[in-house]
Nanobody, 125 residues
Framework: QVQLVESGGGLVQPGGSLRLSCAASGFRLDYYVVGWFRQAPGKEREGIAC????????YYADSVKGRFSISRDNAKKTVSLQMNSLKPEDTAVYFC??????????????????WGRGTQVTVSS
């Protein structure tokens, strides 16, 4: 059975940091493209970061560029999202997803094959 699980969400004050992790069962997550998406109430799900499988190149949405960083942990076979300088507008459910078919990542949701259930991130004082 193929499953993705996110962890690391929670409540944090503005300006604080969180590190989210994505782990998989049923396949080697570190072999494939992984993307992080988020969805706030009343908004569409948006891609915020992804990492390619071919060369490890990364891409970020303008809204998080310079604050968030995606990386692979080969030993743990996971993908993480380090989030710094968090703002209230970062409040959302964060999802990881994997694309098994393409070597270069992007933010087109239909290209991702498997999704986690999400983890809540709340930025508030």
């Amino acid at each position: 059975q193929v499953q993705l699980v996110e962890s690391g969400g929670g409540l944090v004050q503005p300006g604080g940091s969180l590190r989210l992790s994505c782990a998989a069962s049923g396949f080697r997550l570190d072999y494939y493209v992984v993307g992080w998406f988020r969805q706030a109430p009343g908004k569409e799900r948006e891609g915020i970061a992804c990492i390619s499988s071919s060369d490890g190149s990364t891409y970020y949405a303008d809204s998080v560029k310079g604050r968030f960083s995606i990386s692979r942990d080969n030993a743990k076979k996971t993908v993480s999202l380090q989030m710094n300088s968090l703002k209230p507008e970062d409040t959302a459910v964060y999802f990881c997803a994997t694309d098994l078919r393409h070597p270069i990542c992007g933010f087109t949701r239909s290209t991702y094959d498997y999704w986690g259930r999400g983890t809540q991130v709340t930025v508030s004082s």
